[in-house]
């Protein structure tokens, strides 16, 4: 049939139903279109709106407090945007046990087991062998039939290997050769045109599958050098695990991380880690769910797999190296696993979310156990515990938190399996705080049914998501205020805002913090915070905005971190109740000014957050009733800049207090202020 309506002809049937229904139809989409009038809200005001000075007092009552949570700022940290190899783990070769898959990166053509490798084909035949591997984890090696001596085998890194002249490398491999008649390797790193910036030398090699290490000093600094492994015969020679390693790892740790790009992400002070990642802890399939245990151990008995985004995980940065990571920067580890289902994204299988086969659950929900008997058990009664001693830490990690699931779909199939494990953990370790999840939204029917699950299992705390826009923080500040006391603590896992081109400027920066302050405000119920994703490796990203940007040499915070920096460096165990009056009524001003005020841990500091989203200073001064004495100078940081400078870094001064704290806020500003109290 047809009808008009607003003036157009539509076809389809027509049926007749109670009115109360269309207006409900009618109400929710009003609704729907207020919600997105209110979310394309930007922050950018003209100037020449505010034609009087606008002044702000603060009035603290220190008398009303409440205590808040100390983890309050963390990080997550996802194998995203070449995050692990190529990125935090120190590892220079690519590929270094020829596992790449053809299957992983479809759009890379090169891509496969010989992938960043290449060699003289005129001199040297270069293929690949499983027939006899050094471990049945990693079953492909490189099978090299030489010619003529000279020949080797050449690694280009991740985009180039960069090197600093006087720096140490550890270069490591596996090597055997049937030949009657075996040589050494020469190992270098070479320039493009055959400059030989370092060399070292094996010892001789053998039969069967040995680990040889040499130590390469660099003579000169470069930022695209490659490898070169030259054996020093002709005939066969089979190699695997070729790794080249700065000695200058964050803390020097064997196998470590990056120094510089770790060392960004400790300069955050995050309290806790979140690790391995959201879409990679649940996996694209059953068969891709990352498994804890294959991570721990001997780099060639590690289990290397694909990645949901699309390249390759070595493993070399596996669970222990979280978990020392955590400890370097003394913040508490967060591991999350999957809820027994992948990704309901997943294009693999029979696509969508799958649940592992429930006889096969029991072994599973053994794993999850055996994770947190790794972490914490006695390696003299432990197995597992044995395993983490062995590997060089004898004490316990002392595991407090575990994530069950990640952004899951709560269909029947998961629930029943992330009750298993809920029970069992709570059963077994009943002092391990099991972090659940609400679904991929802040709102909708998996927000929902997540939150019915977590209060009818009286789940200590949940793991929420949420990307937004800019309109979104700006008109949702009021977003903890209602929650429920008597529910589920709130672990913000992911969040970060997005704004048209996703990119990270003063806008995202000051929305991010002004959420932040809703978040401390709140801090009895929001436990945790992480922006998310952490890092981004220049030329290799599959989404932004990102926090922390690199290329091979070179660390880029965002905007967006010098934010979560600030509340990292000044965060506080206990909320101290203000009151903030402006002289401008307006709600485009309401909503634009927020405060926070916090008492630290650290000698008792009194620490304030204001956030100024107007394009015209403010005059602000807090009123010293109630404020108790106070030294007479103070700590003022302060980020501003235009709202799409992407460039704008903290500044830090000092104020005079004469009676009463007086300061001008910058437009569009973070301002952190520190009272030494007497």
Same mark, same amino acid.
Not at 311 to 331: N, V
Not at 399 to 427: C, H, Q, S
């Given at each position: 049939?047809?009808?008009?309506?607003?003036?157009?002809?539509?076809?389809?049937?027509?049926?007749?139903?109670?009115?109360?229904?269309?207006?409900?139809?009618?109400?929710?989409?009003?609704?729907?279109?207020?919600?997105?009038?209110?979310?394309?809200?930007?922050?950018?005001?003209?100037?020449?709106?505010?034609?009087?000075?606008?002044?702000?007092?603060?009035?603290? !009552?220190?008398? &009303?407090?409440?205590?808040?949570? =100390?983890? +309050?700022?963390? #990080?997550?940290?996802?194998?995203?945007? *070449? /995050? $692990?190899?190529?990125?935090?783990?120190?590892?220079?070769?690519?590929?270094?046990?020829?596992?790449?898959?053809?299957?992983?990166?479809?759009?890379?053509?090169?891509?496969?087991?010989?992938?960043?490798?290449?060699? !003289?084909?005129? &001199?040297?035949?270069?293929?690949? =062998?499983? +027939?006899?591997? #050094?471990?049945?984890?990693?079953?492909? *090696? /490189? $099978?090299?039939?030489?010619?003529?001596?000279?020949?080797?085998?050449?690694?280009?890194?991740?985009?180039?290997?960069?090197?600093?002249?006087?720096?140490?490398?550890?270069?490591?491999?596996?090597?055997?050769?049937?030949?009657?008649?075996?040589?050494?390797?020469?190992?270098?790193?070479?320039?493009?045109?055959?400059?030989?910036?370092?060399?070292?030398?094996?010892?001789?090699?053998?039969?069967?599958?040995?680990?040889?290490?040499?130590?390469?000093?660099?003579?000169?600094?470069?930022?695209?050098?490659?490898?070169?492994?030259?054996?020093?015969?002709?005939?066969?020679?089979?190699?695997?695990?070729?790794?080249?390693?700065?000695?200058?790892?964050?803390?020097?740790?064997?196998?470590?991380?990056?120094?510089?790009?770790?060392?960004?992400?400790?300069?955050?002070?995050?309290?806790?880690?979140?690790?391995?990642?959201?879409?990679?802890?649940?996996?694209?399939?059953?068969?891709?769910?990352?498994?804890?245990?294959?991570?721990?151990?001997?780099?060639?008995?590690?289990?290397?797999?694909?990645?949901?985004?699309?390249?390759?995980?070595?493993?070399?940065?596996?669970?222990?190296?979280?978990?020392?990571?955590?400890?370097?920067?003394?913040?508490?580890?967060?591991?999350?696993?999957?809820?027994?289902?992948?990704?309901?994204?997943?294009?693999?299988?029979?696509?969508?979310?799958?649940?592992?086969?429930?006889?096969?659950?029991?072994?599973?929900?053994?794993?999850?156990?055996?994770?947190?008997?790794?972490?914490?058990?006695?390696?003299?009664?432990?197995?597992?515990?044995?395993?983490?001693?062995?590997?060089?830490?004898?004490?316990?990690?002392?595991?407090?938190?575990?994530?069950?699931?990640?952004?899951?779909?709560?269909?029947?199939?998961?629930?029943?399996?992330?009750?298993?494990?809920?029970?069992?953990?709570?059963?077994?370790?009943?002092?391990?705080?099991?972090?659940?999840?609400?679904?991929?939204?802040?709102?909708?029917?998996?927000?929902?049914?997540?939150?019915?699950?977590?209060?009818?299992?009286?789940?200590?705390?949940?793991?929420?998501?949420?990307?937004?826009?800019?309109?979104?923080?700006?008109?949702?500040?009021?977003?903890?205020?209602?929650?429920?006391?008597?529910?589920?603590?709130?672990?913000?896992?992911?969040?970060?805002?997005?704004?048209?081109?996703?990119?990270?400027?003063?806008?995202?920066?000051?929305?991010?913090?002004?959420?932040?302050?809703?978040?401390?405000?709140?801090?009895?119920?929001?436990?945790?915070?992480?922006?998310?994703?952490?890092?981004?490796?220049?030329?290799?990203?599959?989404?932004?905005?990102?926090?922390?940007?690199?290329?091979?040499?070179?660390?880029?915070?965002?905007?967006?971190?010098?934010?979560?920096?600030?509340?990292?460096?000044?965060?506080?165990?206990?909320?101290?109740?203000?009151?903030?009056?402006?002289?401008?009524?307006?709600?485009?001003?309401?909503?634009?000014?927020?405060?926070?005020?916090?008492?630290?841990?650290?000698?008792?500091?009194?620490?304030?957050?204001?956030?100024?989203?107007?394009?015209?200073?403010?005059?602000?001064?807090?009123?010293?009733?109630?404020?108790?004495?106070?030294?007479?100078?103070?700590?003022?940081?302060?980020?501003?800049?235009?709202?799409?400078?992407?460039?704008?870094?903290?500044?830090?001064?000092?104020?005079?207090?004469?009676?009463?704290?007086?300061?001008?806020?910058?437009?569009?500003?973070?301002?952190?202020?520190?009272?030494?109290?007497?």
């Amino acid at each position: 049939q047809e009808a008009t309506i607003s003036g157009v002809v539509e076809k389809g049937t027509i049926h007749k139903v109670a009115w109360s229904v269309v207006e409900n139809l009618l109400n929710a989409d009003r609704l729907k279109r207020y919600e997105a009038h209110l979310n394309a809200e930007r922050v950018e005001l003209a100037p020449e709106l505010f034609k009087d000075s606008i002044r702000a007092k603060l009035i603290i !009552d220190a008398n &009303k407090s409440k205590k808040i949570s =100390d983890l +309050l700022i963390g #990080v997550f940290f996802e194998d995203i945007n *070449y /995050a $692990a190899d190529g990125g935090l783990y120190a590892e220079k070769v690519q590929n270094r046990g020829f596992e790449y898959s053809p299957d992983e990166n479809r759009r890379d053509p090169n891509w496969g087991h010989t992938k960043a490798w290449s060699a !003289d084909e005129t &001199k040297i035949t270069f293929r690949i =062998d499983t +027939l006899s591997p #050094v471990h049945t984890n990693n079953k492909h *090696y /490189a $099978a090299l039939q030489i010619t003529e001596q000279g020949a080797g085998l050449v690694n280009e890194g991740f985009g180039g290997i960069p090197i600093k002249a006087g720096d140490k490398y550890d270069f490591s491999l596996f090597v055997r050769s049937p030949e009657p008649r075996r040589g050494k390797l020469t190992v270098r790193l070479i320039g493009k045109n055959g400059e030989v910036y370092g060399e070292a030398h094996t010892k001789t090699i053998s039969k069967d599958w040995k680990k040889h290490e040499v130590v390469i000093t660099a003579r000169e600094t470069i930022n695209d050098a490659h490898l070169e492994v030259i054996p020093q015969m002709t005939g066969r020679v089979d190699v695997d695990l070729i790794s080249l390693f700065p000695q200058k790892t964050f803390k020097n740790r064997k196998n470590g991380l990056r120094a510089d790009l770790a060392q960004v992400i400790a300069d955050l002070k995050p309290r806790f880690v979140r690790f391995p990642g959201g879409c990679v802890a649940h996996g694209n399939g059953l068969n891709n769910i990352y498994r804890w245990e294959e991570t721990i151990g001997p780099l060639e008995a590690r289990k290397p797999q694909w990645n949901l985004w699309g390249y390759h995980q070595s493993m070399g940065l596996g669970y222990y190296e979280y978990f020392q990571f955590c400890e370097d920067i003394g913040a508490e580890p967060v591991p999350v696993v999957a809820a027994g289902v992948c990704c309901q994204n997943s294009s693999v299988g029979s696509n969508g979310q799958q649940g592992i086969p429930l006889c096969n659950m029991h072994d599973y929900v053994q794993d999850v156990l055996n994770l947190i008997e790794w972490a914490n058990g006695d390696p003299k009664k432990s197995e597992w515990a044995k395993k983490r001693a062995q590997a060089g830490h004898p004490k316990p990690f002392n595991l407090k938190y575990v994530g069950i699931g990640n952004e899951d779909l709560i269909t029947d199939v998961f629930e029943e399996r992330f009750t298993m494990l809920f029970n069992a953990v709570k059963e077994k370790y009943p002092e391990i705080t099991v972090i659940g999840t609400t679904g991929p939204f802040s709102e909708g029917t998996d927000y929902v049914e997540g939150w019915n699950l977590a209060t009818k299992l009286r789940v200590p705390m949940v793991d929420e998501h949420y990307y937004q826009p800019a309109g979104w923080f700006l008109n949702n500040q009021d977003y903890y205020d209602k929650y429920d006391r008597n529910k589920a603590k709130v672990y913000l896992g992911e969040y970060a805002t997005h704004i048209p081109g996703k990119r990270c400027n003063i806008e995202t920066a000051l929305l991010e913090a002004l959420h932040l302050i809703g978040c401390e405000r709140n801090g009895d119920i929001v436990s945790m915070t992480s922006y998310a994703p952490l890092l981004a490796k220049e030329g290799y990203t599959r989404w932004n905005p990102d926090l922390i940007y690199f290329n091979n040499t070179e660390v880029k915070p965002t905007v967006s971190y010098f934010t979560q920096k600030l509340f990292g460096e000044n965060s506080g165990e206990e909320y101290i109740h203000s009151t903030l009056e402006l002289s401008d009524k307006q709600d485009i001003v309401r909503k634009r000014v927020a405060v926070s005020v916090v008492k630290g841990s650290n000698m008792g500091d009194l620490i304030l957050k204001i956030v100024n989203i107007l394009p015209v200073p403010i005059s602000f001064e807090i009123d010293p009733v109630n404020l108790g004495a106070i030294k007479q100078t103070a700590v003022k940081t302060v980020l501003h800049g235009q709202p799409d400078d992407r460039n704008a870094r903290p500044q830090t001064s000092q104020i005079e207090i004469d009676g009463i704290v007086a300061t001008s806020l910058e437009p569009y500003s973070l301002t952190v202020i520190r009272l030494k109290t007497q």
